[in-house]
Each structure stands twice: as structure tokens, then as C-alpha cells.
């Protein structure tokens, strides 16, 4: 099976976003919309897919298909995304002194090199605590989206907790 993209609009605020295709059948046979979305008059966003897309859902193409969902829905709003193909769980909250907080867990018994996340900052330096008790600055750097910052975090051990203190950005911009 494979997911096409397509690319014209069904309507002005509906747009069928993938088409699952069949590759055994030669002129590859289509199997109908598996992801639409949609936008309501009062700017509302919308997406629903099928059950069939979820049985892929490990695979990189298909994460980066959600991630990027995830970041449509929320008018590219999230506060932080996960850039690496990683299993890894994030819970961001802002501090009345207007500083944010990520908790990472790296939930794989595979440890990571390189851990790369988008914050929603200021440019600036990230705090990265672990739970041993080490603390360093880490550099951000743009990322591909705006309002981001980029930053990477290395060696991320198996099963390991990490706490990443930063500036959130000016009020009204997410």
C-alpha cells in the first residue's frame, strides 16, 4: 500500500490530503481518501483519517506525515516538536515568570545521539538539566519553521529523564 498526496482542494475549506493506493494492482489501483482535512468558516481546523494509516504509524515517512498534521492543526502554535525519528514524550508548561519547562523522557531502550527539538522561543540559550544532576547551556539555532529555535540535545540515554528550561516567547506569539 501507499499513501499519494494530493494536492488540489476538493473545495475552498476541504481538502482530501492522501489517497491510499494499492501497488499490487500495475496502474495503481486507488482505495480512496485515507486523510482529509478541513477548515470551518469560523477557522476551525479538522482532520480524520482512516483506520488503515495507523497500522504504519512506526514508520518514518508516516511520523513525519502526523508531526506536520499536528503543526496545520495548531497554525504552527505547538511549543515544542520532536524533529528526530525518536520515542520520545514531551509535557511543556509555562511558569508564571514567564520561562517554560520541557520534560523529556527518552521512552526506548535505544539511546540517542543526537535528540534535535523545536522550541517556540526567542533566540537564546536552553537550559538542559538531567536527572543525574548535570546541568550545561545549549545554543538554539532557527529552525526550518518560523518562531521556532532548534535545538539538539546528545547522548540521551535509554529511559532517561531531562528537564529543558528556556524564555517563551513574547505574549501573542504562541
Given at each position: 500500500?501507499l499513501?499519494?498526496e494530493?494536492?488540489?482542494?476538493?473545495?475552498?475549506?476541504?481538502s482530501l490530503?492522501?489517497?491510499?493506493v494499492?501497488?499490487s494492482?500495475?496502474a495503481?489501483?486507488?482505495?480512496?481518501?485515507?486523510?482529509?482535512?478541513?477548515?470551518?468558516?469560523q477557522g476551525g481546523?479538522?482532520?480524520?483519517?482512516?483506520?488503515?494509516?495507523?497500522?504504519?504509524?512506526?514508520?518514518?515517512p508516516?511520523?513525519?506525515?502526523?508531526?506536520?498534521?499536528?503543526?496545520?492543526?495548531?497554525r504552527?502554535?505547538l511549543?515544542a516538536?520532536?524533529?528526530?525519528?525518536a520515542?520520545?514524550?514531551?509535557?511543556v508548561?509555562?511558569?508564571?515568570?514567564?520561562?517554560?519547562?520541557v520534560a523529556l523522557?527518552?521512552?526506548?531502550l535505544?539511546?540517542?545521539?543526537e535528540?534535535?527539538?523545536?522550541?517556540?522561543?526567542?533566540?537564546g540559550?536552553?537550559e538542559?538539566?538531567?536527572?543525574?544532576?548535570?546541568?550545561?547551556?545549549?545554543?538554539?539555532?532557527?529552525?526550518?519553521?518560523?518562531?521556532?529555535?532548534?535545538?539538539?540535545?546528545?547522548?540521551?540515554?535509554?529511559?532517561?529523564?531531562?528537564?529543558?528550561?528556556?524564555e517563551a516567547p513574547?505574549?501573542?506569539a504562541?
Amino acid at each position: 500500500m501507499l499513501w499519494s498526496e494530493l494536492s488540489a482542494p476538493a473545495s475552498d475549506h476541504f481538502s482530501l490530503a492522501l489517497r491510499l493506493v494499492a501497488l499490487s494492482c500495475l496502474a495503481g489501483c486507488g482505495l480512496g481518501e485515507c486523510l482529509s482535512i478541513f477548515e470551518n468558516p469560523q477557522g476551525g481546523r479538522v482532520a480524520v483519517a482512516g483506520y488503515y494509516p495507523w497500522t504504519m504509524i512506526t514508520n518514518a515517512p508516516k511520523v513525519r506525515q502526523y508531526r506536520a498534521l499536528a503543526r496545520w492543526l495548531s497554525r504552527d502554535r505547538l511549543p515544542a516538536v520532536v524533529e528526530t525519528l525518536a520515542k520520545v514524550a514531551l509535557w511543556v508548561r509555562e511558569g508564571a515568570n514567564g520561562r517554560r519547562a520541557v520534560a523529556l523522557i527518552n521512552a526506548s531502550l535505544d539511546a540517542q545521539p543526537e535528540l534535535a527539538l523545536w522550541l517556540r522561543m526567542p533566540p537564546g540559550q536552553v537550559e538542559w538539566d538531567s536527572m543525574h544532576g548535570a546541568s550545561q547551556r545549549l545554543a538554539s539555532a532557527p529552525a526550518s519553521a518560523p518562531g521556532y529555535q532548534r535545538v539538539a540535545l546528545e547522548n540521551v540515554a535509554p529511559w532517561s529523564v531531562h528537564l529543558l528550561l528556556f524564555e517563551a516567547p513574547p505574549a501573542g506569539a504562541g
